[in-house]
T-cell receptor, first 112, second 108 residues
Framework: NAGVMQNPRHLVRRRGQEARLRCSPM?????VYWYRQLPEEGLKFMVY????????ESGMPKERFSAEFPKEGPSILRIQQVVRGDSAAYFC??????????FGQGTRLTVV | QKEVEQDPGPLSVPEGAIVSLNCTYS??????FMWYRQYSRKGPELLMY????GNKEDGRFTAQVDKSSKYISLFIRDSQPSDSATYLC????????FGTGTLLAVQP
């Protein structure tokens, strides 16, 4: 049973471009959480999704950021018109409804 | 007040010491409690998962939950230099909320 898969592991984008981060949850997991982490800082909650539904997006900036978790395929975190301040590690975790959550290895986004 | 409070450390202990890591929380709706370990530039790794008050042991690790006090702890016995990492508590209610993490350094 493969773990949570995130790709790409590293992503470089120029200012103004779009960044698409993908997260494939563990088999049988229908809950996905996205977090952002700056160097030497903790995990900051962004969004919590279940299949085809956004449950809580209170941690996600209103502008430029969006997330989806379609019926088929991975969850996508999309950042439009990236700025230098978006440079960070983005982690996703997945779980079943009432069980522990497992993390992927993250995507490190660098905006140049 | 933050939903989850965790002392950021850093915490430095000698090899072989018992380490105590703690978190407090304010939301009574939290039902499930987890501890993760994160090495630098890696994803968090699940260490312990519990959903009831009391103790849960796994090798050198013991997780303790006191729901009446809204307080959880992770104890590490016979700490090793390889335990040096950031330890994050997490709580699950509607979503999954993390503490800020405690940086632990175990000195050989």
């Amino acid at each position: 049973n493969a773990g949570v898969m995130q790709n790409p592991r590293h992503l470089v984008r120029r200012r103004g471009q779009e960044a698409r981060l993908r997260c494939s949850p563990m088999k049988g997991h229908s809950h996905v959480y996205w977090y952002r982490q700056l160097p030497e800082e903790g995990l900051k909650f962004m969004v919590y999704l279940q299949k085809e539904n956004i449950i809580d997006e209170s941690g996600m900036p209103k502008e430029r950021f969006s997330a989806e978790f379609p019926k088929e395929g991975p969850s996508i975190l999309r950042i439009q018109q990236v700025v230098r301040g978006d440079s960070a590690a983005y982690f996703c975790a997945s779980s079943r409804s009432d069980t522990e959550a497992f993390f992927g290895q993250g995507t490190r986004l660098t905006v140049v | 007040q933050k939903e989850v409070e965790q002392d950021p450390g850093p915490l430095s202990v000698p090899e072989g010491a018992i380490v105590s890591l703690n978190c407090t929380y304010s939301n009574s709706a939290f039902q499930y409690f987890m501890w993760y370990r994160q090495y630098s530039r890696k994803g968090p790794e699940l260490l312990m998962y519990t959903y009831s008050s009391g103790n849960k042991e796994d090798g050198r690790f013991t997780a303790q939950v006191d729901k009446s006090s809204k307080y959880i702890s992770l104890f590490i016995r016979d700490s090793q230099p390889s335990d040096s990492a950031t330890y994050l508590c997490a709580m699950k209610g509607i979503g999954l909320i993390f503490g800020t993490g405690t940086l632990l350094a175990v000195q050989p």
